[in-house]
């Protein structure tokens, strides 16, 4: 059943082709062809973004079924590398992840691990990480810390403490494992900001000890237990961790397919190939809050099968586990915050204004997201490096916006036009509509 998908044509936009049946009653082409009209937009927000220096670049692949057929849209657009060399972006680049790592790596690893019976989301961290008992912490729950609600410091620095132990000893600290054991043992010993359950704040080490968690129980480091479990069976032959370390370096011709993050002034060079967030690489490459390399097509991958387990459709993920990570937690009451996975905040969600309620996402800070409507089985991968140059914006504002045009673009209907003199009902139907979508 894992291979089972549903069966649909496909009518692809932006940068594929556009597949047209020959069953299509009239007003059935002046849809698709207003369809394609209003997808379109989608390349002109990304082209003003890259203008405006807010990305470099960008692939947005976003597919939703529609009265039997599936409609799907692509855009490429801009540059995978501005420096040191110019490199075009393509649908086969890979890019950093960043914290899209948390739902499609941890929390899938969770899933299965949740389903075996081998981790309870009720039980302590401490039965798993016998130190995170300390200071006050035997409260929290596996449940507190995949929805944000642990009371652990939501970030802290441990690259620059690393970075101190380098200069005081004068020996390797960055990037080794006694690197990952100081971070995971400095999480785990840390003392609460606020009770667990009272406030839900984003944050990465919430996930560093979910990560820690994974590989205590699966005696498995976080990414071959990934890749065994998650990536491997939904065919996701091209998302990977990559360590970093002394013999690991990745090979020219896949580092030159991958888009370049920022220049890092720490680090002393434009980070390509490597991770971009600094405990993340600080730990070897390998985190359960970051590190996930991976491209659009594989991500869409990723989330067709959660709508396929979702609805039925699939067992490549345990479809229980999935709908009970899906809920939102309500810890505390009003939190939007599912199990590993963020919910739309209804007039100020970065998926925009048209997914419904009943949708899952997560954003990375290298410019990454990734939205399922699970109702209207509507996905959209929107990839991007903005990170690679300085934005002019402090805040990414595009996200929304491009969510609401494919979705606009998706959700669309022609009206009826009447047939001109001379033209029948099927010649009017395969013009364009003569009112501009613009508005």
Excluded at 15 to 21: D, I, N
Excluded at 24 to 29: A, H, K, P, T
Excluded at 239 to 263: H, M, Q, V, W, Y
Aim: net charge neutral.
């Amino acid at each position: 059943m894992a291979g089972r998908r549903a069966r649909y044509d496909r009518r692809r936009f932006g940068h594929a082709r556009v597949a047209r049946s020959g069953g299509d009653d009239g007003g059935g082409v002046v849809k698709w062809g207003l369809i394609r009209r209003k997808l379109a937009k989608v390349d002109r927000a990304l082209d003003k973004a890259i203008e405006s220096a807010e990305i470099p670049g960008a692939v947005v692949l976003a597919r939703m079924p529609r009265e039997g057929e599936v409609v799907e849209h692509l855009s490429v657009r801009g540059l995978a590398v501005v420096r040191p060399e110019r490199i075009p972006m393509t649908r086969e680049t890979i890019f950093d992840l960043a914290s899209l790592t948390k739902p499609i790596a941890t929390t899938s690893a969770l899933l299965w691990l949740v389903h075996e019976g081998a981790v309870d989301l009720d039980a302590p961290v401490a039965k798993y990480l016998p130190a995170f008992a300390e200071r006050g912490k035997e409260g929290v729950t596996i449940r507190h810390l995949l929805s944000h609600s642990s009371g652990l410091k939501p970030w802290r620095a441990f690259h620059e403490l690393l970075l101190e132990r380098e200069r005081k000893t004068g020996e390797r600290w960055l990037a080794t494992p006694a690197a990952r054991e100081f971070v995971i043992d400095r999480i785990v010993r840390s003392a609460l900001v606020h009770a667990p359950g009272e406030a839900a704040v984003y944050g990465d080490l919430d996930f560093i000890a979910l990560g820690a968690v994974v590989e205590a129980v699966t005696q498995r480091r976080l990414d071959d237990y990934c890749r065994e479990r998650v990536f491997e069976p939904l065919g996701m032959r091209e998302t990977f961790f990559a360590p970093i370390g002394e013999g690991s370096e990745l090979a020219d011709p896949l580092r030159r397919r991958i888009a370049a993050t920022e220049n890092c002034p720490w680090r002393e060079r434009i980070v390509w190939g490597e991770v971009h967030d600094p405990n993340a690489w600080s730990m070897g490459g390998i985190a359960g809050h970051a590190g996930l390399f991976s491209t659009a097509d594989d991500v869409m991958r990723f989330a067709q099968t959660v709508l396929d387990v979702w609805h039925g459709r699939s067992d490549a993920l345990p479809r229980a586990a999935l709908q009970a990570f899906s809920e939102r937690q309500q810890l505390p009451k009003g939190s939007d915050w599912a199990l590993g996975w963020d919910t739309p905040t209804p007039g100020q969600s970065s998926s925009g204004q048209y997914f419904s309620a009943r949708s899952i996402g997560h954003l990375g800070f290298t410019g990454t997201s990734l939205w399922i409507d699970l109702e209207r089985e509507a996905v959209v991968v929107m990839l991007t490096n903005r990170v690679h140059q300085i934005a002019k914006k402090s805040r990414f504002e595009l996200r929304p916006i491009v969510h609401d045009l494919v979705m606009e673009g998706f959700l669309a209907e022609a009206p009826p036009r009447e047939p001109k003199a001379g033209e029948d009902e099927w010649q009017a139907a395969r013009s364009e509509p003569e009112a501009s979508e613009d508005h």
